[in-house]
């Protein structure tokens, strides 16, 4: 059975009360449910995990490679900081959809450098938790 890793970083677990005006109203688990819907349809299975540190994107990221399962990954603020991301990513030739639920080009200076968008297939961002859809769709294509 085909399969997807839905990975999210630090403070993903606050979506829904985290700065709503920022990431909306949505919580991880309507996000999580939304995904389980499109992954049934299609007969995908879903590992979607969330977690505030770094080792264990770390070590998920190399399951997703060692599964020859793609992923699409929210890392969060360790976006703009962690090469050990950079790194896994590469070393697991994971094909990665990097998505962000806010446009990060439109806020502070410190978000605009990832060390996950050169090693991606391809990056979504700004369009809310609605990312995380688009990224499947790109993954598994419908139409
Ligand atoms: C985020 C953007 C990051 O800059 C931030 O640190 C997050 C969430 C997003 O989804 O918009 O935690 O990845």
């Not at 919580?27 to 995904?35: C, I, Q």
């Not at 997703?64 to 793609?70: D, N, V, Y």
């Amino acid at each position: 059975m085909a399969a997807v890793y839905v990975l999210n970083g630090p403070n993903l677990n606050l979506l829904g009360m985290r700065e709503p005006e920022t990431y909306g109203a949505a919580t991880l688990a309507d996000v999580e449910a939304s995904l389980r819907k499109l992954c049934a349809a299609r007969g995908i299975d879903l590992a979607f995990r969330q977690s505030n540190s770094e080792g264990d994107l770390v070590s998920w990221i190399q399951e997703a490679g060692s599964a020859g399962a793609p992923v699409i990954l929210n890392a969060g603020a360790y976006t703009h900081t962690s090469i050990a991301i950079h790194d896994a990513i590469r070393g697991a030739k994971a094909d990665v959809v990097e998505v962000h639920i806010s446009n990060v080009h439109a806020r502070e200076k410190f978000r605009h450098h990832s060390y996950v968008s050169p090693v991606a297939k391809g990056v979504i961002l700004g369009f809310g938790v609605r990312v995380y859809a688009l990224a499947f769709e790109a993954l598994f294509p419908s139409i």
